[in-house]
């Protein structure tokens, strides 16, 4: 079975941080597929608000009982997670 596909918008930032996890959220929860994964290559405007929205993620689906990949970071966002010590939480899928 293949993994559901969620793909983050080109900005994500404080401003509409909320609105984008609500969204990526309903996808995950009505996702009939225990895979997910979030594809973030065309994440090219963000801020640490970014980090909380992925991480948010991963407790929804992991709520869930459902598997998360996360999938082309940009350098500047895997610099971010390194910079706050959550890099761990959001290894990138090969």
Do not use: W
């Not at 596909?5 to 404080?14: F, G, K, N, T, Y």
């Not at 609105?19 to 996808?27: E, T």
């Not at 009505?30 to 801020?47: K, M, S, Y």
């Amino acid at each position: 079975m293949s993994a559901a596909l969620l793909i983050l918008p080109p900005d994500l930032r404080h401003s509409n941080a909320a609105a984008c996890l609500a969204k990526l959220q309903a996808q995950i929860r009505n996702c009939p597929d225990t895979e997910v994964e979030i594809q973030a290559g065309q994440l090219t405007d963000f801020d640490s608000a970014a980090l909380a929205v992925l991480l948010a993620c991963r407790r929804e689906a992991e709520s869930l009982s459902k598997t998360l990949k996360f999938k082309q970071f940009p350098a500047k966002l895997r610099e971010l997670a390194l910079l706050y010590g959550v890099s761990e939480l959001l290894v990138e899928s090969a």
